[in-house]
């Protein structure tokens, strides 16, 4: 079975790549360079060179493929809509990834008991309309001939096993708190997200053989509050005193508003029973401190 992998060279997809290659898939990548491409063919990963706004690229080769999984850009509709073009009426899988800060809110360091799955109606943040609108869309695929599927992990730690071994939030924390001295979080900290670790790949295996056309799955194996995780760096790294707190301003002047208010600053509760439920998903690692613990050096 031949794959169509976008975001190969990322994270999320690099590690995605490193387990379907590893289970007997064949892989085709779309990257930006020649660069690029030969670290690609070194992992046995096909490239294709384009980029996200390479429709004809996107169509031709998500055609010539199996599967198609979409690991790039999650707030895109541009590629999404092309994907499903090219798949119209085949049949085909399209697995795309989405994010829990769907659910997300401004509560600036704010503590919120909302535990989110898939059936419960949940209030939309105007700021993330445009992301919950690319996951209706390609659920919707489902009428145009697409057995399509959204898979929408949370904060994802640990190291990755493709070209980019370095997810986002956690690796910012890090480097924020050697720059500082200091390990910071929003207000009190006491905003929590789910967390899983990049074990989650084996979420998309499972998927290809057993998610229903229009399925959508949260991800997740434990939570803590951003405070937590910022105690954990700061003595890792075995600064003096105790993790610091930033305000909301300060942080979207350091990370930009996005991060600030939805990476950082947010809950993002999710529940993952119903993927445990239908795909038999079973992942070990539970605890994001306890991952810091055994692998944060100074």
């Known amino acids: 079975m031949k794959i169509f992998l976008t ?9 995605i ?11 085709v990548g779309l990257c930006r360079s020649a660069k690029k ?9 096909t490239p294709v060179i384009g980029t996200l706004s ?5 169509f031709q080769t998500a055609q010539s493929v199996d599967i198609v999984i979409n690991a790039a850009d999650a707030d895109n509709p541009f590629v999404v809509e092309v994907l ?12 795309h990834t989405s994010g829990s800060s769907i659910v997300g809110d401004r509560a600036a360091g704010e503590y919120s008991d909302r535990i989110f799955h ?3 109606l949940r209030p939309i943040r105007f700021e993330k309309v445009g992301r919950v609108a690319v996951d209706t869309q390609v659920i919707e695929g489902v009428v145009r001939g697409v057995h399509s599927v959204v898979m929408c992990p949370c904060l994802i730690y640990g190291y990755g096993t493709g070209v980019n071994t370095q997810s986002i939030q956690v690796p910012r924390m890090i480097e924020v708190a050697r720059k ?9 900290g006491e905003n929590v997200w789910s967390t899983i670790h990049i074990e989650v790949v084996g979420a998309y295996l499972l998927a290809l053989k057993k998610a229903p056309a229009g399925s959508f799955f949260f991800l997740e194996n434990g939570e803590s509050s951003f405070k937590e995780i910022a105690e954990m760096i700061h003595s890792k790294l075995s600064y003096k005193g105790t993790a610091k707190s930033w305000t909301i301003e300060e942080t979207v002047q350091e990370w930009g508003q ?10 993002s509760r999710i529940n993952s029973s119903k993927a445990r439920n239908f795909l038999g998903w079973i992942p070990k690692h539970s605890s994001v401190s306890d991952w810091l613990k055994k692998e944060l050096k100074p």
């Open 54 to 58: 390479d429709e004809q690229t996107l």
């Open 118 to 120: 898939e059936d419960i």
């Open 180 to 188: 500082y001295q200091a390990a910071r979080y929003i207000g009190k």
């Open 258 to 267: 996005e991060a600030a208010h939805f990476a950082f600053g947010s809950n």
């Open 37 to 45: 491409a030969e670290l690609l063919e070194q992992r046995g990963i």
């Open 7 to 15: 975001g190969v060279s990322g994270y999320i997809g690099g590690s």
């Open 17 to 27: 790549a490193t387990a379907l290659l590893a289970t007997g898939y064949e892989v």
């Open 84 to 95: 499903l073009q090219a798949l119209a009426g085949s049949s085909k899988k399209l697995i």
